[in-house]
């Protein structure tokens, strides 16, 4: 079955640092990967949709130069939160689509804790 | 009027009972849904989806869709306690399309 790999599961760091996240689709191509974020006892919500070889769209409130997305290949996104504050702590989950298949396959989440 | 509403729960059943979870959408165009459970501090896990008006049963777990009313439905047969967790709906309006996700109900099933 398709497998979406994310790395890290977790991540404490400093306020105003950057994180870096990485989704790998393993054995399928995804042109098109979506970033989540879930807040505690919140349902996920949309940041933005990833698209290989193209720039991301980004959901209206989210600040696309503050949540960097590349997707330079067909197996992998990165999500980088650049100057991270406390506020950004969060459940960050990539999600991939197959062609041809219905139904979306998450990655594992990324639990990011600013201190 | 939320995109996609459910119930928050908790919703409570003894083990073996059935478990009915309900959704309701607000976009006619929609046209895949899909059900997610969602254990606490993990990623959503597909149990199954459906497209077509009617049932769909796979195992323990049955979805119902009705498009008229604009409504799906959950439901888990002989629950056990391990299906304790949030269940997710999600609705997209094309088959490329992104998901949109109701704030999950919580199940309880208790021994």
Redesign the interface.
């Known amino acids: 079955g398709a497998v979406v790999s ?1 790395h890290p599961s977790w991540v404490i760091c400093k306020s105003g640092t950057s994180v870096k996240i990485e989704c790998r689709s393993l054995d399928f191509q995804a042109t ?1 990967m ?1 970033w989540y974020r879930q807040f505690p006892k ?5 940041m933005a ?1 990833s698209n290989e070889g193209s720039k991301a769209t980004y959901e209206q409130g989210v600040e696309k130069d503050k949540f960097l997305i590349n997707h330079a290949s067909l197996t992998l996104s990165t999500l980088t939160v650049t100057s991270a504050h406390p506020e950004d702590s969060s ?1 960050y ?1 990539c ?1 991939a ?1 197959r062609q041809g298949v ?8 990324t ?1 990011l804790t600013v201190v | 009027q939320k995109e996609v509403e459910q119930n928050s729960g908790p919703l409570s059943v003894p083990e073996g009972a059935i478990a009915s979870l309900n959704c309701t959408y607000s976009d006619r165009g929609s046209q ?1 849904f ?1 059900w ?1 459970r969602q254990y606490s ?6 149990i199954m ?1 459906i ?1 077509s008006n009617g049932d769909k049963e796979d195992g323990r777990f049955t979805a119902q869709l009705n498009k008229a009313s604009q409504y799906v439905s959950l439901l888990i047969r002989d629950s056990q306690p391990s299906d304790s967790a949030t269940y ?1 709906c999600a609705v997209n309006k094309g ?2 399309g ?7 109900t919580k199940l309880s099933v208790k021994p």
């Open positions: 994310q098109t979506f919140q349902s996920l919500m949309l949709t459940f989950i999600s689509l219905l139904g979306y396959t998450f990655g594992s989440g639990r | 895949s899909f997610y501090g993990k990623s959503p896990e597909l989806f497209y997710l088959s490329q992104n998901l949109i996700f109701g704030k999950g």
